[in-house]
């Protein structure tokens, strides 16, 4: 598709359970985002990729969260032993370029419910 | 990462025009200012970007005074469909996009 595809839209799991989340960034974007917005509250940066740098892992909440991008494509964020303040839309974008100059653009969204 | 002040929510009737204004009084001289708009259910789209002095397209168009420590976004003649949360960022290079809570714009009719 011609935009950033996020799966799965909607996830329910159990306390304690892991899962993972994929997005599929714009073909040829070299930067990729992901951001957590819980219920009515702004985006909050999770972690940031730039091409073959080293991500940026500054705004991952603990230990439990980890993300990958194979290939310089696809990302899978992974929430291990998830919690009920879990529980958020998770946001993926990308980016042709750095940050400054080019517009980030996101995914639907995956909604994940932690019970 | 310097931080941007915004206010939580404005209200709107059709028709008229409406300005956001966003304090950024720690702008670094690299850092351009970037608002994004943002539908329920949806992830943000960019709106506009700028500088310095005015920038205009055919969503918004972006104010920023000499000094740049604020923007204004301001939206002509606004309708129902334009009611969202409009986040204003500060860019600068190869570093993350940081969202603050964003102004929650009602339009009534």
């Known amino acids: 598709g011609a935009g950033v595809s996020q799966s799965p839209s909607n996830k329910v799991t159990e306390k304690g359970k892991d899962v993972e989340l994929r997005c599929d960034p714009i073909?040829?974007?070299?930067?990729l985002y992901w951001y957590r917005q819980s219920l009515g509250q702004g985006l909050e940066f999770l972690i940031y990729?730039?091409?073959?740098?080293?991500?940026?892992k500054s705004g991952l909440p603990s230990d439990r969260f980890s993300a990958e991008r194979t290939g310089g494509s696809v990302s899978t964020l992974t929430i291990q032993r998830t919690q009920q303040e879990d529980s958020a839309v998770y946001l993926c974008?990308?980016?042709?370029?750095?940050?400054?100059?080019?517009?980030?653009?996101f995914g639907e969204g995956s909604r994940l419910t932690v019970l | 990462l310097a931080k941007t002040t915004q206010p939580i929510s404005m209200d709107s009737y059709e028709g008229q025009e409406v300005n956001i204004t966003c304090s950024h009084n720690?702008?670094?001289?690299?850092?351009?200012i970037t608002w994004y708009q943002q539908f329920p259910s949806q992830g943000p789209r960019f709106i506009i970007q700028?500088?310095?002095t005015k920038v205009t397209n055919e969503v918004a168009s972006l104010f920023i005074p000499a000094d740049r420590k604020s923007s204004t976004l301001s939206l002509p003649r606004v309708s129902l469909s334009d009611t969202a949360v409009y986040y204003c960022?500060?860019?600068?290079?190869?570093?993350?996009?940081?969202f603050g809570k964003g102004t929650r714009l009602s339009v009534i009719a």
């Open positions: 974008a990308s980016s042709g370029g750095l940050a400054l100059t080019g517009e980030l653009f």
């Open positions: 073909s040829g974007h070299t930067a």
């Open positions: 990729f730039q091409g073959n740098s080293a991500p940026d």
């Open positions: 720690n702008i670094a001289t690299n850092d351009y």
């Open positions: 700028g500088y310095k």
């Open positions: 960022l500060l860019s600068s290079g190869n570093t993350p996009l940081v």
